[in-house]
């Protein structure tokens, strides 16, 4: 009898060798805080978005926090954010006392609904975010951003799911005021948890720098602090950790397309997709009794599952709820995770899709987002 073949995990990272020699070599300098590899960090993520500033911090969910706190967003202040997704996003502008205003999704994309973004606003609105849904980096974002620049609000695009993607020209993160990017495992590359502010103004990135180091980041040398502020840095180990993926990047986005690519020759129609020919971050399928696919995944060692709500069917949100969001219901009530990550190969993704065939649930068709 064959061995079963073994359990494939919802991620998968992807480490080579080199990311544990970064490590060893950035201890051995014996520089362990927030130094050169930090400020080396933030700079190479900037130039991979192609902006001027780069920030680094200790998670996603705090980038966007961080985000607010430089565009000077202040309690009560009204943002809107996506109704679908994690929990990250609203959490890290609730957490500081913003008050969000849910907009539906488009389906297809997953992202801001264009024409939702537009009825939801009201005069108490003081910025929007946006979700690259799973990388999603394409017209809506376009439009989005120029609807926010012709109303006077400030856009921050929530890329954590991004980076390395691109639309016409233009790289996630770069679209907004202010981009954010998280390294959580789940990403493309990792540091375990981090997170980075990307923005192309000198002023924000100030703020930022000072509200995640007590408020002045000269303070050392000065003894002097002008603004409130906390400690939410980085360090240098992680930043050597995520400096030695940074080198491979192209190599993980064609790593990420070539399993997408496999999966899809088994699932071609049924798939969610987004624009440019680029694989998105998660592989998606919708079906119409998404636990029991789950369950029959796992018997074949397909570690799948249900990720994600329409955030106003958490109890903490439940306020945020009521009529319409048929979509973002549609998302919860139908969407599967199968595994995904820079460690999947293209027969991992050949045997997801023959396993979700093996089921036999009958899945949905998908409109290509773009
Ligand atoms: C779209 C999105 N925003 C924000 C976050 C939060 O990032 P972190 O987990 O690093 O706090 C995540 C992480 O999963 C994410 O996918």
């Known amino acids: ?77 009204e943002i809107l954010v996506p109704a679908y997704g994690v929990i990250s996003t609203i959490n890290a502008f609730t957490s500081v006392g913003l008050v969000p205003r849910l907009v539906e999704i488009d389906f297809a994309t997953g992202c801001i609904d264009v024409a939702q973004l537009k009825a939801r606003l009201t005069p108490k609105t003081k910025a929007v975010c946006f979700v690259d849904f799973s990388g999603h980096t394409g017209q809506v974002l376009v439009e989005v951003a120029a609807f926010c620049r012709e109303q006077g609000l400030p856009l921050i695009e929530d890329a954590a799911c991004a980076l390395g993607q691109h639309f016409e020209g233009r790289n996630a993160g770069s ?113 119409d009794e998404p636990a029991a696919l789950v369950r029959d995944l796992r018997a074949q060692g397909i570690g799948a599952a249900q990720q994600y709500r329409f955030l106003a069917n958490n109890p903490v949100y439940a306020h945020l709820g009521g009529e319409g969001f048929d979509n973002s219901r549609r998302w919860e009530a139908q969407a599967v995770y199968l595994p995904f990550g820079l460690g999947l190969m293209q027969e991992d993704g050949r045997r997801i899709g023959h396993s979700v065939r093996a089921t036999g649930h009958r899945l949905h068709r998908v409109r290509s987002g773009n």
């Open 1 to 77: 009898m064959n061995a079963p073949a073994p359990m494939l995990p919802l991620v998968q990272p992807w480490l080579g060798p080199e990311c544990a020699d970064a490590v060893r070599d950035q201890i051995v300098t014996g520089f362990l805080g927030p130094g050169k590899a930090t400020a080396a960090f933030g700079a190479r993520l900037a130039e991979i978005a192609g902006i001027a500033h780069g920030v680094p911090t200790v998670s996603g969910t705090v980038a966007l926090t961080v985000a607010a706190k430089a565009l000077g967003l202040e309690p009560g202040d």
């Open 175 to 287: 679209f907004g005021t202010i981009g954010c990017l998280s390294f959580s495992v789940a990403k493309v590359m990792t540091t375990g948890q981090g997170g980075a502010v990307l923005t192309q103004d000198k002023a924000l990135a100030d703020k930022a720098a000072c509200w995640i180091d007590h408020g002045d980041p000269d303070w050392r040398q000065t003894n002097t602090h002008r603004h409130i502020g906390t400690n939410l840095r980085f360090n240098d180990i992680l930043a050597s950790f995520g400096l030695s993926q940074l080198q491979t990047l192209d190599q993980r986005l064609e790593r990420k397309r070539a399993a997408f690519a496999a999966l899809r020759e088994e699932l071609d129609g049924y798939l969610f997709t987004v624009p440019g020919g680029e694989a998105p971050l998660h592989n998606i399928v919708f079906a």
